[in-house]
């Protein structure tokens, strides 16, 4: 408690910070503070997701289970305004929504005392202590969906036995993406018959239905090159290497250009700035088409359209420390991928597409100019590569019904 109350005024500094660069981050503070808006229903299967990528992730569990249980209100709390947009535009009304509270415990108890959630179920990593005892406290049953723990999150867990193992112990039950988690898990103090292996829902992504008129409409509009390759998910640091693997490759493939896409799309103008310190005419894909070697992408959601006009994908994240972005996004178009050495946060997705051949590790300038260069050269090996690619999707799909008809039984007893 004491602890909460000497960060507050800290966190408050950082949100503010964060609204001078994303003025959304000044909005709805109040939810923060566990102010839950009127319209959020009492008695909701609450859903906790952070930003962009787990809110996709859950959309479609979602909707599985409010098939199963019609009568149900649906909450989903994001963290982050574009976790916010994601769902306002994938769930619109399907769901009610709003920012989850801070992990303080009298923003806890006010939101908990307003909504009285029926049940509550976070995705892949959020372990929040005070939501989570809250819940128990209240007998609140939580499930954690899609989880995944790395060795080095396990080991920083043991060093907290006194904070996590409570955290721990108080789940309901946990969705292990694979064995290995499920065993971290039970190393941690977690009880076997609490812990199922169900699979990676983010295997369960489909092609958006408009993929083909949105393709063609961005040939169309955009005066590229006749070939394309991408940097999704990037970060800072990466930017500097995929721009001078470019400048590489441009010696090489005189009709090439690049999509950079960074993970946060407020720091496009950054990055703009920065490809034009390279000499390239540069655009942002919210602007008006105009000729340029390097498009950067600043619009949410629009990756999964992007990496289908591309060659080759270059996924970001895994040059840094961040640990790597999802993968499939690129894969069920059946682009080869390239990845940095970082990956924890995906270790046995990637683990899948390296074994079938189909995503290349690059570490530096010199290896992903290499990996690049080969790929476009070998217009069969990338056939063969993006035909690899689907079918890893396609043999790991079936996480989401696995959850959904456990979840949904577990909600309806």
């Given at each position: 408690m004491v602890l909460s109350r000497v960060a507050l005024p800290f966190v408050w500094l950082r949100l503010w910070i964060r609204g001078r660069r994303e003025p959304a981050y000044?909005?709805?503070?109040?939810?923060?503070?566990?102010?839950?808006?009127?319209?959020?229903?009492?008695?909701?299967?609450?859903f906790h997701t952070v930003s962009t990528g787990e809110t996709l992730g859950a959309v479609?569990?979602?909707?599985a289970i409010k098939r199963a249980v019609p009568d149900v209100p649906f909450l989903v709390t994001t963290t982050t305004p574009s976790g916010s947009a994601e769902v306002r535009k994938h769930l619109g009304m399907e769901v009610e929504h709003c920012y989850c509270p801070y992990d303080f415990p009298k923003a806890v108890r006010r939101f908990m005392d307003s909504v009285e959630p029926r049940a509550l179920v976070l995705m892949e990593t959020?372990?929040?202590?005070?939501?989570?005892?809250?819940?128990?406290?209240?007998n609140v049953p939580v499930y954690l969906v899609n989880a995944r723990l790395s060795e080095r999150s396990a080991t920083g867990y043991k060093r907290l036995t006194a904070l996590m193992?409570?955290?721990?112990?108080?789940?309901?039950?946990?969705?292990?993406?694979?064995?290995?988690?499920?065993?971290?898990?039970a190393a941690l103090g977690v009880k076997r018959e609490n812990l199922s292996v169900t699979g990676?829902?983010?295997?369960?992504?489909?092609?958006?239905?408009?993929?083909?008129?949105?393709?063609?409409?961005?040939?169309?509009?955009?005066?590229?090159?006749?070939?394309?390759?991408?940097?999704?998910?990037?970060?800072?640091?990466?930017?500097?290497?995929?721009?001078?693997?470019?400048?590489?490759?441009?010696?090489?493939?005189?009709?090439?250009?690049?999509?950079?896409?960074?993970?946060h799309p407020p720091r496009a103008s950054e990055v703009v700035r920065l490809a034009k310190t390279y000499g390239f005419d540069v655009a942002m894909l919210s602007s008006d088409p105009t000729p340029s070697d390097v498009l950067v992408g600043d619009k949410m959601g629009t990756l999964i359209y992007l990496y289908a006009v591309a060659e080759v994908a270059f996924v970001g994240g895994s040059l840094d420390e961040t640990g790597g972005h999802n993968p499939i996004e690129a894969a069920i178009h059946g682009v080869p991928m390239i990845m940095g050495p970082n990956r924890i946060n995906f270790a046995q997705v990637v683990q899948r597409f390296e074994a079938a051949g189909c995503l290349h590790s690059a570490d530096n300038v010199d290896e992903l100019t290499s990996c690049v260069d080969a790929l476009l050269k070998d217009a069969g090996q990338r056939g063969v590569e993006g035909y690899a690619a689907r079918q890893v999707v396609s043999n790991n799909r079936g996480a989401i019904e696995r959850v959904s008809t456990d979840l949904s039984r577990r909600l309806l007893g």
């Open positions: 000044r909005e709805r503070r109040g939810e923060r503070l566990g102010f839950a808006p009127a319209a959020v229903p009492r008695h909701a299967v609450w479609p569990l979602i909707r959020e372990l929040w202590p005070n939501i989570i005892r809250e819940c128990r406290r209240r193992g409570s955290v721990l112990t108080n789940m309901t039950h946990i969705y292990c993406q694979y064995q290995d988690t499920a065993e971290r898990f990676s829902v983010k295997f369960d992504l489909q092609i958006p239905p408009d993929i083909d008129s949105q393709r063609a409409e961005f040939k169309n509009n955009w005066q590229f090159g006749k070939r394309i390759w991408i940097a999704g998910s990037t970060h800072p640091g990466e930017e500097e290497v995929v721009l001078q693997a470019h400048k590489r490759l441009l010696q090489q493939h005189r009709d090439l250009s690049l999509i950079m896409v960074p993970r």
